[in-house]
């Protein structure tokens, strides 16, 4: 006859499992906890993924920023540098421009006469260089006295030294017909004489010398002839007047005291207008 009494299993060491329904409802709470673990760990380890990569996007956003501003600053130097080297050369080559004009002009002035006022002595002349300068025309006053000793060539005594055309600037003298030489140096001489002869109808024709003659006289007594030029003219009967143009122009080494004049053979022939004779020199 078969007994209702359950087993009993603590004689072997193992106790059976509890198969009640309260014992089973924990086991399905517990089962349910377990199982949104990982859930809950995969929710958070995202959560501090997405934190951290925010938080480097915005350490990276801010540093973006910083170099942004660095380079904008550094351009903003850069222009300000270019600016003012561009201004800087401007300003060099305004100077560069102004100091060559002005060595242009001041060469210029020294060696080309343009008179500013007719009425006074011609002033232009560089301040800078001091250089001796001088140029007479030909002047009106008798110059009868003229020296006809030498081979029938006559000295120009009167040149007009201030009036008009003329000037004498930097220490350059005039005495009786002489240029004195201030200084020693290179000078540029020059002269030219302009001959106008009344050629009356119905005479024969003549044949004219005509020299012309540039002399420098130092301490010796006796002068040097620097420059010379001759011609023979003869005229048409058929001109009234007879016209002819010698001129000189040469470089020499002058001392202080050296004196320089013009001579020329007849002096009756020789026109004396401002603009047709004259006769200068300048140091170079």
Not at 26 to 47: D, E, H, M, T, Y
């Amino acid at each position: 006859m078969l007994s209702n009494r359950q087993p009993s299993y603590s004689n072997i060491g193992w106790d059976p499992p509890d198969l009640s329904p309260q014992t089973a409802e924990k086991k399905a709470q517990i089962g349910l906890k377990s199982s949104k673990c990982p859930v809950i760990i995969a929710v958070s380890l995202c959560s501090v993924v997405n934190a951290a990569v925010l938080s480097a996007g915005v350490c990276l956003w801010v540093e973006f920023q910083r170099e942004v501003d660095s380079l904008q600053q550094s351009y903003t130097k850069l222009q300000e540098r270019q600016y003012q080297h561009e201004g800087l050369n401007e300003t060099a080559l305004q100077l560069a421009v102004e100091r060559r004009l002005t060595a242009l002009r001041e060469q210029e002035e020294g060696t080309i006469w343009l008179p500013t006022d007719r009425d006074t002595p011609f002033r232009n002349v560089s301040r800078r260089t001091h250089k001796p300068t001088a140029h007479l025309t030909g002047s009106l006053q008798d110059n009868s006295l003229a020296d006809d000793r030498k081979g029938g060539l006559s000295k120009i005594r009167s040149w007009e030294t201030r009036q008009g055309l003329a000037t004498l600037a930097n220490g350059m003298r005039h005495k009786r017909g002489h240029l004195i030489i201030p200084t020693d140096g290179l000078y540029f001489i020059y002269s030219q004489l302009y001959y106008r002869f009344l050629n009356p109808p119905k005479t024969e024709s003549k044949t004219y010398q005509l020299i012309h003659y540039t002399y420098k006289q130092n301490s010796y007594p006796k002068p040097l002839q620097i420059m010379k030029s001759a011609r023979n003219t003869c005229w048409s009967k058929n001109v009234e007047f007879g016209l002819y143009t010698s001129y000189q122009g040469g470089v020499f080494r002058l001392q202080k005291g050296d004196r320089i004049w013009v001579a020329v053979s007849n002096m009756s022939m020789v026109c004396l207008e401002e603009t047709s004779s004259y006769f200068g020199a300048f140091m170079i």
